[in-house]
C-alpha cells in the first residue's frame, strides 16, 4: 500500500485559500487520490478525489501533476466551519478503494 | 437515505464483559468496512465485507475481535472479552460495489470505553 505523507499542521485565516500538499510517491498506477475531512466527534467524510490532473467539485479542488507522486488539496475562501482534519489517501493498487490507509492527517485550523 | 448508521454511539462497559457494536450500512452498498480509531494509532481499518463475506480481516487485533454480516443491511462486531485498551472510537462505513476509487461513507461512530 502507498503511503502518504502530508504535513502535521496547518493555520489559515478566515476568507484565504489554504492549499495542503500530499506526496505518495509509491502510488500504483489503478490507484486514486482521495481526500477526507473529519471533524471531531465524527466520522471521516469524502471530500474530492481524483485520478490525474485537475478535479473540481463545490467545496475544493484537487491538482494532480503527471507523475502523479503528489497532490494538492485547494480549499478557496475558508471559514471558521473548515476547521477540521484532512486526510490524504491513495488505494491498495486495485483501483477500488477498498483498503485505504489513513495517516496522521493535516491538521488545520482555521482563525478569524 | 439515512447514511450508514451505528449503535450505540456511547458505551461504557467494565473490563472482561462483551461488547457487541452494530452498524447498517447504506441500502444498495456491496462493501462494509469496521474501523477503530485511538490517538496513538490514528483511524485503522479492521476488516471489510463484499456481499456479506469478510474478505479482508488482517487488521483485527486479536482473537477477541470478531465481526458478522449476516445480510445486506446489518453487521456486528463484537469483542469479548473487552480490555482497557479496546477503548476506541468505532467506524462502520459503506461503499457500493463497482465504482473505483475510495469513496466510503461513514457512520457516526461509537465510543467505546472499557473500565
Known amino acids: 500500500l502507498a503511503k502518504t505523507t502530508q504535513p502535521i499542521s496547518m493555520d489559515s485565516y478566515e476568507g484565504q485559500e489554504v492549499n495542503i500538499t500530499c506526496s505518495h510517491n509509491n502510488i500504483a498506477t489503478n490507484d486514486y487520490i482521495t481526500w477526507y475531512q473529519q471533524f471531531p466527534s465524527q466520522g471521516p467524510r469524502f471530500i474530492i478525489q481524483g485520478y490525474k490532473t485537475k478535479v473540481t467539485n463545490e467545496v475544493a479542488s484537487l491538482f494532480i501533476p503527471a507523475d502523479r507522486k503528489s497532490s494538492t488539496l485547494s480549499l478557496p475562501r475558508v471559514s471558521l466551519s473548515d476547521t477540521a482534519v484532512y486526510y490524504c489517501l491513495v488505494g491498495d493498487g486495485s483501483g477500488y478503494g477498498n483498503k485505504l490507509v489513513f495517516g496522521a492527517g493535516t491538521i488545520l485550523r482555521v482563525k478569524s | 437515505d439515512a447514511g450508514v448508521i451505528q449503535s450505540p454511539r456511547h458505551e461504557v462497559t467494565e473490563m472482561g464483559q462483551e461488547v457487541t457494536l452494530r452498524c447498517k450500512p447504506i441500502?444498495?452498498?456491496?462493501?462494509l468496512f469496521w474501523y477503530r480509531q485511538t490517538m496513538m494509532r490514528g483511524l485503522e481499518l479492521l476488516i471489510y465485507?463484499?456481499?456479506?463475506?469478510?474478505?479482508?480481516d488482517s487488521g483485527m487485533p486479536e482473537d477477541r475481535f470478531s465481526a458478522k454480516m449476516p445480510n445486506a443491511s446489518f453487521s456486528t462486531l463484537k469483542i469479548q472479552p473487552s480490555e482497557p485498551r479496546d477503548s476506541a472510537v468505532y467506524f462502520c462505513?459503506?461503499?457500493?460495489?463497482?465504482?473505483?476509487?475510495?469513496?466510503?461513507?461513514f457512520g457516526p461512530g461509537t465510543r467505546l470505553t472499557v473500565l
Open positions: 462505513a459503506s461503499r457500493p460495489g463497482g465504482v473505483p476509487g475510495g469513496e466510503q461513507f
Open positions: 465485507f463484499n456481499n456479506n463475506v469478510p474478505i479482508d
Open positions: 441500502s444498495g452498498h456491496d462493501y
